[in-house]
């Protein structure tokens, strides 16, 4: 890991987000995955398409092809599945539904473009407020070939990826995370030849059901390779705690042993849910400190909140901070150790069921300069509060936790997974579920938004493409209603099966013409806001009372304005061989793997869309522009074979569709030219 | 271990354009204020911008040669540190900041290659305000060379303080570095907040001149900018804001009907968003919770069926796919509803996005705040006549043409404002 945070500095959660998508052009994303309890869809959205993450934009065709293209994956808490309209198709939703009580509570987002992989660790769910408001907590890693050191936390986050969410399994979508563990697996094998020693280590709970393989096993065994006594002190940064009579701090002293001075931050709007006894055992000459978070900031801080927005005005701006950064730090004297991550300061996070994400890292030294640090980063007082606390919370009711568990009464929790999938020898599209109670389904009302799906055998009966909700935005979830409770309704993602998934091309260009434009300026999501240029930067002028929309209707102009789009598709075409000759591959199978996503699957479903057009179209004058258009398309993939090897059969895969039984004299000669010069037998 | 900071994200929601109306705005605007962008705030950014694109051009650098951006950022980090030094807000100033902490003298070399101020070179002075000072005059149409009258401004900006902040710029390019007290000396002179020399000050009223001479019908805007206190006064409510055009049509013959346009198209927009509001909601809750189409959606469809019809009248009208030529033949408010759901289902698809709703069925969830609309819906019911109801909607719905953004201009090269 490049070194990239000392201590306690303060960073824009978005700048990461923003970095990525500024350097597309020249260093590719290729995977990106999110592990989040929750997320809101807008930011998702944005994230996904390389936008500022506060921007309120709508996706474009373009960035919709971009994301289904990388084919992200978001792995959540089931029950916390929303309606998801602003999403996208073909962008892997995978619930965790780790049972009663738990959740999935790991928050981490990998970016892999094609020279580095970027991963932040922290404290902050990919929502509105865990991005712009709360008081949040990350690590922040990136490895390359000049980077690698750290390099066992990309093992071990692999290794999470591949074994970890084994349990939640969805046969069709686990092949964009495992893909992504390849990937990783691959970088690691790289990079490890040169790799520096690092500090850190994952720390992580819920995902091996062995018994003892929990976060506070691990914390545990890490404390003891720094010291073998009980710690002199510990600070515990955390907005959430025990509720009920079982406290984590009794089970952490019996581990570590009971800290000399044990320090609580947490915010004073929540003093109620604290007690005396979450401190653990009380052992003379233990001293205990609590340092709180008042409600309101303070001027200090109003003025860095202003300096770090690019001095915005903060007038008449109330702005709430809560608490959600989760910070553990041990301290033997002459080292320490800090946990950051998501796991609160509870059993159900240390010791539960949850699945917990963090990284610990082993200093040498005195912490007391980084927990200064800490205290003031999180805007508490320096006053020691702890004589205001009851023994215990005098407030056990169910509260606002993040990782509260709510009981759902029919729950169809029996589901494994659900995958949408083309119709077998059909047009439509059906719901295929998995499940090893088929039976429960008919219990339930089930609906995709507004269309009503009947199921028979673990499938629906198939869905007509102009009812559905594809191929943009929204529809990324199936509705099901309990017929005993009417007023209960329950979301579920699907995923797309790979079939789906490889006519997504279809679905997204309407016409021949829209994928020309889609090559011709594809989608790169390049970070510019709104109003920002560079110079010899162009704008995409998106709409406009165009006064050439009346002659496009002229069937002589129409055809000119498509050869000239043509023309520089074939550039765009003849770039990428130039491109790919020139590129380095670890073996042929990378390489063929190239070829097949930057040429054949996009010029497959060009000559798709173009025997489309023609079907919808009648008349002679219809078969000689499709076969016209066929021909010059054949006539491009002859060149590109003769660049690229791999390519050299393109052209004869388009034959059969080129033909016709009585061709006019013109349309006769311009076939036999096309087949002399580029079809083969 | 890093924390988060606070990020305010108010003024996000510019973006959504359900009706393509942005472009058409955009375009009357530019008739008014061609030279500003929604960003181009501080005048002082222009003068930077000249004095480094003149600097980088002695070093054969411009937007022609590859890395130009890169370069321009690295020069213009002891410009953003100085302010940072001086206690102002600039264009990132966080990471100036970041670079600063803890630094009693900083160089070029310091900062290093993967700092994050080289990571978003289009969020800063070159991405904000190449183009518009293009329109200034400062620069060439391309943002490509500096004008003689961008020379000029060049020369004026970098000669502020004792210091030269040429020469700085010059040392900080060849690797020198730059004390906090010096950069505190050149933040007092050169800052965006720090006033301008009056060689400068003649450089913006010769751009200004050129200006009026290439736009004469605008010059009124730069020679008798609209007054402060009266514009502030016709934007205290819908009654006074209902006045604001009249009075600049009044006060600029020659932009008469430009602003009379400006008036309609602005009070047309604000009815299509409303009635478009309305569509949506009924859809969104599928009828429960909006008011049904009454006497106040009839009499608003009437009155913007009369606007588009004097708005096409004019000369030089914007539209947006035929939007407002098909309102101005809308038999009715049921007819007028239909043509803008359909404008916006065509208007979505043709940029490649998501129609809010189509065929009555819901695409889009959480558009609009239906509180807030049905509030707004109660308030327009309440009002005694259609003009009222017309005007509270153009003032709620109203747009920023610039006027504020002008004034700190003429404020800035000593014009009257």
Known sequence: ?681 | MKFSEYTVTGKQDQSIDPLGLTQPFSALRNRLYAQFTVLSNAPAYHGALALIYHVLAARKTTPEHDGFARRFREAECLWGLANVAAGQSVLNITKYHTVLEGRDSVSLHDIGRGNAIYRSLAYGTLGHYSNPSAAWGFLDRRAVRLTPLGTRLADAFAARGRQSLRVAIERWLDGHAVTRTELEELGEAYSIDSAPSSAEQLAWHDAVSAWCARAPATSGLWTDPPGSSELRARYVDADQYRSLFPYLADRYPRLGETFLQAGRFETMSAVCLFLFEREYLLCHDAGTAIPAAGPLETELTAQLTQIAVDYLAQDGRQDTKKLFAELAGARDHTAATAIIVRHHVAHQKGKGALPYFEHGELRVRDRFDRQRFTELHMELNGLASAKDQLALLTYRFRRDWHFDRAQRYVRYFGGKA
């Not at chain 1, 303070?298 to 003025?303: C, M, N, T, V």
């Not at chain 1, 300069?369 to 980063?377: G, V």
């Not at chain 1, 009947?454 to 309990?482: C, H, K, W």
């Not at chain 1, 069937?555 to 043509?566: K, P, S």
């Open chain 1, 1 to 681: 890991m490049s070194a990239m945070t000392s201590h306690a500095e303060f960073g824009v959660l978005q700048q990461i987000f923003a970095d990525v998508a500024n350097d597309m052009r020249r260093d590719p994303l290729e995977h990106l995955l999110i592990l989040t309890y929750e997320f809101d869809d807008q930011q998702l959205a944005n994230l996904l398409a390389g936008r500022r993450l506060a921007d309120h934009v709508e996706l474009r065709r373009n960035q919709l092809k971009f994301i289904a293209d990388m084919h992200p994956v978001v792995i959540y808490d089931a029950r916390k599945t929303r309606e998801f309209n602003q999403l996208p198709h073909f962008l892997d939703l995978l619930p965790v539904n780790p049972g009663a009580y738990r959740c999935h509570h790991s928050k981490a987002y990998l970016f892999v473009t094609r020279a580095a992989v970027r991963l932040v660790i922290g404290s902050f769910n990919l929502t509105r407020t865990g991005l712009f408001e709360n008081r949040e907590v990350f690590v922040d890693f990136m490895w390359s070939d000049k980077e690698n050191a750290d390099l066992d936390v990309l093992r071990e986050f692999s290794g999470l990826l591949r074994d970890g969410y084994e349990r939640w399994a969805q046969p069709a979508a686990a092949s964009a995370r495992v893909a992504i563990a390849d990937t990783l697996d691959a970088r690691v094998a790289r990079w490890q030849p040169n790799a520096l020693p690092g500090k850190r280590t994952l720390v992580h709970s819920g995902y091996v059901s062995s018994a003892g393989q929990n976060g506070l096993s691990r914390l545990t065994a890490l404390w003891r390779s720094v010291s073998s006594t009980a710690p002199r002190k510990m600070l515990v940064v955390s907005p959430f705690f025990d509720r009920g009579d079982a406290w984590l701090a009794d089970e952490l002293a019996e581990a570590v042993g009971v800290p000399a001075e044990l320090q609580i931050v947490t915010d004073e709007a929540r003093i109620s849910k604290l007690g005396h006894r979450h401190y653990g055992p009380q052992v003379d000459g233990q001293i205990r400190k609590l340092n709180l978070i008042p409600a309101l900031i303070d001027g200090r801080e109003r003025e860095r909140i202003a300096r770090s927005n690019d001095g915005a005005r903060l007038d008449g701006l109330e702005i709430r901070r809560d608490l959600h950064a989760k910070i553990l730090v041990l301290c033997s004297g002459s080292h320490y150790l800090v946990y950051t991550g998501s796991a609160n300061f509870t059993l159900r996070a240390w010791l539960g069921g949850n699945q917990e994400l963090g990284v610990a890292v082993i200093e040498d030294g005195s912490a007391d300069t980084l927990i200064a640090q800490i205290i003031a980063a999180v805007g508490a007082t320096v006053d020691n509060a702890y004589a205001r606390l009851r023994d215990v919370p005098d407030d056990t009711e169910a509260g606002d936790e993040d990782d509260d568990y709510v009981e759902h009464i029919a729950y169809p929790d029996f589901i494994d997974s659900i995958v949408l999938e083309p119709e077998p020898n059909g047009t439509g599209l059906v719901f295929r579920f998995h499940t090893a109670e088929p039976v429960r389904l008919q219990e339930y009302d089930i609906a995709w938004g507004r269309v009503h799906l009947t199921v028979e055998e673990m499938r629906s009966i198939p869905v007509p493409r102009d009812q559905a909700y594809m191929p943009l935005q929204g529809g990324r979830n199936l509705e099901f209603t309990p017929h005993a409770l009417r007023d209960k309704k329950y979301l579920l993602p699907f995923v797309h099966d790979a079939e789906l998934t490889r006519q997504r091309d279809l679905l997204f260009f309407p016409s021949a013409e829209d994928w020309m434009r889609y090559y011709l300026q594809p989608a790169s999501p390049a970070g510019y806001g709104e109003g920002e240029s560079l110079p010899g930067m162009h704008e995409a002028n998106d709409e406009a009372d165009s006064p050439t929309d009346d002659r496009a209707a002229n069937v002589v102009v129409a055809m000119q304005r498509y050869l000239n789009l043509f023309a520089c598709v074939e550039a765009a075409f003849h770039d990428r061989a130039d491109e790919i000759a020139a590129e380095q591959f670890v073996d042929a199978a990378g390489r063929a793997r190239e070829c097949e996503k930057r040429f054949m699957e996009p010029l497959r479903v060009y000559a798709r869309l173009l025997e489309q057009e023609y079907k919808r179209t009648s008349g002679p004058v219809a078969e000689q522009v499709y076969l016209f258009r066929l021909g010059e398309l054949i006539l491009l993939c002859r060149t590109l074979g003769t660049m690229v090897p791999e390519l050299a059969d393109l052209a004869n895969e388009f034959a059969p569709g080129f033909a016709t039984p009585q061709p006019s004299t013109n349309l006769a000669t311009y076939m036999k030219f096309v087949k002399e010069r580029a079809l083969h037998d």
